[in-house]
Nanobody, 124 residues
């Protein structure tokens, strides 16, 4: 099992930036795929981005391509989500998740390790 703790959420104006962090601890955490999901008020949780354990492969949902960047520092067992050009529709609780393999990276059900979430609010 891997324990995940997110941080970095907050209130920002449209067009602004935030960087979310996901600190992992536990067994072989550096070998895990990191992913970010979000859940907006009244909506289902959706995939945002994922990064392979080596960091060489990244994946994004279309709505954040070109604005968000997923990264990781395996020496620190930490994943990151840099969010630029934020829009009000990015407002959500953001969750990081981890699992051993990259397959089905966008499927929520394939992840068995989740953080508690961090809230991002983008004002217009």
């Amino acid at each position: 099992q891997v324990q995940l703790v997110e941080s970095g959420g907050g209130l920002v104006q449209a067009g602004g930036s935030l960087r979310l962090s996901c600190a992992a601890s536990g067994r072989t955490s550096s070998m895990y795929v990191f992913a970010w999901f979000r859940q907006a008020p009244g909506k289902e949780r959706e995939f945002v981005a994922a990064i392979s354990w080596s960091g060489t492969s990244t994946y994004y949902t279309d709505s954040v391509k070109g604005r968000f960047t997923v990264s990781r520092d395996n020496a620190k067992n930490t994943g990151y989500l840099q969010m630029n050009s934020l829009k009000p529709e990015d407002t959500a609780v953001y969750y990081c998740a981890a699992k051993p393999t990259i397959s089905a990276y966008s499927r929520e059900i394939s992840y068995d390790n989740w953080g508690q979430g961090t809230r991002v609010t983008v004002s217009s």
